[in-house]
């Protein structure tokens, strides 16, 4: 449809001279990184709206929803101009606005993700207004298009609630640019951007590999394998033949410990030290077929582990990242 009914008191062409007001007087000079993350102060919930869009259902994930009024009962979220779907948001007559819980951040990615099918296996069904409800999740606000707003790169609109379906839940989070349960809110330590903890190098590498690694740690128990063990065979799988000295720097331990862990997987079979023909002094480690059968899919569950967790990056954030990790290994390898 082209046009929001028309409601009394309702801004219309008028609306846009409000988004003209520059922001401290002084909005050019706004560092649109720092202002993206200024507002990432402002911890939100996770929607995904959906509606009907040819006859195929549409759907993204926004945390720019608001309550706008009870009595009539409005709500409200803002949709990018540069989405393929503004143009089928705003012209739709309805849309449906699910509300993330905590356990639904694959949801949030999927429905956050340009390009992918979003609704591909996913159970759905036409609400009241025709806009598609997701099975299994609440609470659901379906609406009927009320207004439509000009907001800068986005289009704000405005949509009565003609039904909802409500549950209490444990909400989904979005703050500082990720998504997060109410308890590791609670733990996110309250520290400035100037602060020496969110600047020391050796801090930041420490929580970033700490954030990365202990989730999939925390389930190696499901192969029954430590840490240490799990570092060894990571190691070995790709390289024949270390020196326990090469494996020591790679797999991040010191001796004694290291022997100790090679002498329990030798006598678990799961790996087997040699002497090398020429110099029988050097040793060199070798999985079994045992120790490669045990690593296989510990190895391909940390794999899907880390693609889970680089999804939230685009492309250009991951190639910097690794880039920067690169580059401080190498310049910083001793010697
Ligand atoms: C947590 C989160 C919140 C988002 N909020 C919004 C939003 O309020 N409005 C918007 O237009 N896009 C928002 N996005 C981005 C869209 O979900 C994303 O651009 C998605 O690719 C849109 O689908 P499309 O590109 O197929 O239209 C958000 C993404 C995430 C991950």
Redesign the pocket.
Known sequence: MAEAPKKSGEKTGKTSGSESIPAGGNAAALDPAAFRNALGQFPTG?AVVTATHDGYPIG?????FSSVSLAPPLVS????KS???HDPFVATEAFAVHFLGADHRDL?LR????GADKFAGLAHAPGDTGAPLIEGLAPIFECRAWARYPGGD?TILVGEVVRMVERNHEPLL?HSGQ?RRIDALRRAPPLSSDSFARNYLAYLLARASFNVSNEFHARLGEWKLSVPEWRVLACLMDVEGLSVGELAAMALMKQPRLTKVLDRMERDGLLQRRATAGDRRRVTLHLTAEGRARAAPVLAAAKAHEAELLKQFTDAERATIKHALDLLIDRTRTR
């Open positions: 996770v993204m994930t926004a945390n720019s979220w803002s949709v990018a989405s393929p779907n949030a429905f956050g993700s340009r986005h979005f998504l």
